[in-house]
């Protein structure tokens, strides 16, 4: 089996800063990607930033240049650091990867979710 576990999420003034983390652990094969996803209780998942197995990054539209997602490949693990954060980022952040444990053995794994709250 293969688990993710993000952390990282807290309240935050506006134009402070957070750094989410995302551990993937257990039978890992081959990671074929992983990032980052929002969603608002009532409407479906955004993605925030998401990074592929030959490292390249995309961002969600509202990301503008303020957040960096970055990896540690020996540690199974992606950050997400979030600059000059806004109210309307206020969120449940979930980290999401998709693994393989076998050559033929893949998982589209979601963490728990983690609180990110801009506020004064």
């Known amino acids: 089996q293969v688990h993710l576990v993000d952390s990282g999420g807290g309240l935050v003034q506006p134009g402070g800063s957070l750094r989410l983390l995302c551990e993937a652990s257990?039978?890992?094969?081959?990671?074929?990607?992983m990032g980052w996803y929002r969603r608002t209780p009532g409407l479906q998942r955004v993605l925030v930033a998401n990074i592929s197995r030959d490292g390249y990054t995309t961002y969600g539209d509202f990301v503008r240049g303020r957040f960096t997602a970055s990896r540690d490949t020996a540690k199974n693990t992606v950050y997400l650091q979030m600059n000059s954060l806004k109210p309307e980022d206020t969120d449940v952040y979930y980290c999401?990867?998709?693994?393989?444990?076998?050559?033929?053995?893949?998982?589209?794994?979601w963490g728990q979710g983690t609180q990110v709250t801009v506020s004064s």
């Open positions: 257990g039978d890992i094969f081959r990671i074929a990607s």
């Open positions: 999401n990867g998709k693994i393989y444990s076998s050559p033929t053995t893949y998982y589209d794994l």
